[in-house]
T-cell receptor
């Protein structure tokens, strides 16, 4: 069965600190997709990244980076030099290639960045 | 380019009443989804639709009804609202194996 675990319920940091949000997943499929979404205080869900299971290259986008490790079934998200605008709830999600319309979400990590 | 719109954005209703949440997309994507978001549960899939007139149950379908007569619209109906259906509801569409979400509807059932 598919499952996504975000063990960190809430993280608080001070601006300019680096912070890593953990995501651990379970799936029996060999082909799958992993996602991160951001939900700022305004409430909308913003797509950040999609990674397929065949691509283990880490990705960097500005201050955001993602570390995908199949060996540990993890897809962690790091924000470098955090800013107050990064304050949000971040969701990790998984879908299997055979059924990409079934997106399984973790319970989310609330990140608070204080000035 | 509105993408996905949901209406109403906020709704307060009473137990036992019928409520319909609307979802409209401007992209003509085949797949559409309804999720509910509750504290401690993340987002859970209620129903989804692969095309007009094709719908299927998700993880938590009980108490909800959907229809999809047109590709661009995917309404969600609570036939007899209960307090446990107080939640934030998100509609989404799928493109290139990625789901994109509407702004959400906050529903309170008193």
């Amino acid at each position: 069965a598919q499952k996504v675990t975000q063990a960190q319920t809430e993280i608080s940091v001070v601006e300019k600190e680096d912070v890593t949000l953990d995501c651990v997943y379970e799936t029996r499929d060999t082909t799958y997709y992993l996602f991160w979404y951001k939900q700022p205080p305004s409430g909308e869900l913003v797509f950040l990244i999609r990674r397929n299971s065949f691509d283990e290259q880490n990705e960097i986008s500005g201050r955001y980076s993602w570390n995908f490790q199949k060996s540990t079934s993890s897809f962690n998200f790091t924000i470098t030099a955090s800013q107050v605008v990064d304050s949000a709830v971040y969701f990790c999600a998984l879908s299997e290639a055979v059924n990409t319309d079934k997106l399984i979400f973790g319970t989310g990590t609330r990140l608070q960045v204080f000035p | 380019d509105a993408g996905i719109t949901q209406s109403p954005r906020y709704k307060i209703t009473e137990t036992g009443r019928q409520v319909t949440l609307m979802c409209h997309q401007t992209w003509s994507h085949s797949y559409m989804f309804w999720y509910r978001q509750d504290l401690g549960h993340g987002l859970r899939l209620i129903y989804y639709s692969a095309a007009a007139d094709i719908t299927d149950k998700g993880e938590v379908p009980d108490g909800y009804v959907v229809s999809r007569s047109k590709t661009e619209n995917f309404p969600l109906t609570l036939e007899s609202a209960t307090r446990s259906q107080t939640s934030v509801y998100f509609c989404a569409t799928s493109f290139a194996d990625t789901q994109y979400f509407g702004p959400g509807t906050r529903l309170t059932v008193l």
